[in-house]
């Protein structure tokens, strides 16, 4: 979706308040000013929903809330759904995120034709958990203004709609839609928890026996990214800048050594590396990418204005343009060891308590009829170890623009959309395994 209707749907939504035309049924509507020629009741809305299978799929999905961590509910779903619909489905057990011992138990759904005496082939996966808060769902009408309304223009909202369980419930219409057309296609379907924390779910069904990699030959992710197919994303780092000082009366700063003072220079420097070249030790930028971005994004330190801080710590997150981990931990290393090498409080440099960082991750884009493009987030394209010949193709509707924000919606035209999008790249695998 453009950028400019969700600016409208925003303005729409924010601007209930002000509507000329209360309407008590309508809180989330735009009403348009002939209410009778250009408006649903809300009545209308939910039947536009329910006449369509893809659409009360979305509408059931978004309305469970699965928070990453407390996912049960909706894997449970999604696993009734597929197994109705003549799936093998395995409820792949994930760990409780931690701190979430209690939440009920988290699955990866596996799912594969009943009809299967193989493993499949290609692959569509997205990821089932959300951000919090969690939004309930709504269908609204476009703009208050309008002079026609056409009901695909029509607006899905809610936590998740968008990220990802639009993806997925496009991804299961493309693949039910293929098979019933051809029987003998070779799809399997993998819904994942906890992409949003790190992707736990997906490094689990990564390490297990359910990875028959050897039989995989295109892995189809799904996020929004409007519809384009992605060439790839950044890489990730993430670190923490640790200063360790010793503690005394601010009357009296020589008795101590302060954490912060020791903690301002290293950070300033951090704060720059993507913006200077390499040759002066900065973080290397790349055609594809752009430059590599650094976000200083905690910093914590000291007790009182009147104690000479002991302790002052920093969490950095990188998106790397271009090299790898290893290549960016020795250039932030040399960087801030050369800038605190004055200082008397010691710093010091954590990339272990920080799980995840890959490189660059780059992309097919070679089907046909899509737009292509970059984007600046992760998913969990790396944490699905593949054969290097396997194609890997990054696709699925609505905009992260809105992915996790209050606004997050897509209208019903991006979705149907995307379901021939992932059509079309199930056909152009297809395609390929024929003439292997
Ligand atoms: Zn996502």
């Known amino acids: 979706m453009k950028f400019s209707s969700y600016l409208a ?21 735009g009403v348009p000013s002939t209410p009778s020629q250009l408006s649903y009741s809300q009545g209308g809305l939910d039947d536009i929903i329910s006449d369509s299978p893809l659409l009360s799929l979305h509408r059931a999905l978004v309305k469970i809330e699965s928070i990453s961590g407390d996912e049960h509910d909706v894997g449970v779903f999604v696993a009734e759904y597929l197994e109705a619909r003549n799936f093998n489905v ?12 209690d939440t009920k138990t988290r699955y990866n759904i596996y799912a594969v034709p009943r009809s299967y005496t193989e493993p499949p082939s290609i692959i569509l996966t997205s990821h089932i958990d959300t951000v919090p808060p ?13 002079t026609t309304l056409d009901p695909e223009d029509l607006i899905l909202g809610g936590r998740g709609s968008v990220d990802a369980k639009g993806s997925v419930a496009a991804q299961i219409f493309a693949t039910l839609e293929t098979l019933d057309s051809n029987p003998e296609a070779k799809l ?21 026996t359910l990875n028959t990699k050897d039989a995989f030959n295109t892995i189809i992710f799904g996020e929004p990214t409007e519809a384009a197919l992605v060439a790839g994303h950044k890489g990730m780092l993430g670190f923490k800048v640790l ?10 700063p020589w008795l101590g050594k302060s954490a912060v003072s020791a ?60 090299g790898t981990p290893a290549e960016a931990r020795e250039i932030i290393q040399r960087a801030v060891e050369e800038a605190v090498k004055d200082q008397q409080a010691e710093v ?87 003439k292997k």
Do not use: C
């Open 9 to 29: 749907a925003a303005a729409v939504m924010s601007g209930v308040q002000a509507s000329p035309h209360p309407a008590p049924q309508q809180q989330l509507l």
């Open 90 to 101: 395995v409820k792949q057990e994930v760990p409780p995120v931690k701190g979430q011992e």
């Open 134 to 146: 969690f939004i309930p769902y709504s269908v609204h009408q476009p703009t208050a203004d309008s």
């Open 188 to 208: 399997g379907l993998l819904f994942v928890v906890g992409e949003e924390i790190g992707g736990d779910g997906m490094k689990v069904f990564s390490n297990s």
């Open 243 to 252: 200063a360790h000082g010793n503690a005394a009366h601010s009357g009296y």
């Open 263 to 322: 903690i301002l220079p290293a950070l300033s420097r951090v704060d720059v590396l993507g913006d200077i070249p390499t040759e002066e030790g900065g973080l290397p930028a790349s055609p594809k990418y752009g430059p590599t971005t650094l976000n200083i994004g905690v910093i914590r330190a000291g007790v009182a204005t009147n104690v000479v801080p002991s302790e002052a710590w920093a969490d950095v997150a990188v998106r790397l343009a271009a």
């Open 348 to 434: 010091v440099l954590d990339f272990d308590s920080h799980g995840e960082s890959y490189p660059p991750q780059d992309l097919d884009v070679d089907v046909d009829g899509f737009n292509v493009t970059t984007v600046n987030y992760g998913t969990d394209v790396p944490n699905l170890d593949v054969n290097p010949d396997v194609k890997r193709y990054l696709y699925g509707p609505g905009s992260i623009f809105v992915a996790h924000g209050d606004n997050e919606a897509l209208t019903i035209r991006q979705i149907k959309e995307a379901v021939a999008g992932y059509k079309k790249l199930i056909e152009a695998a297809l395609e390929r395994e024929e």
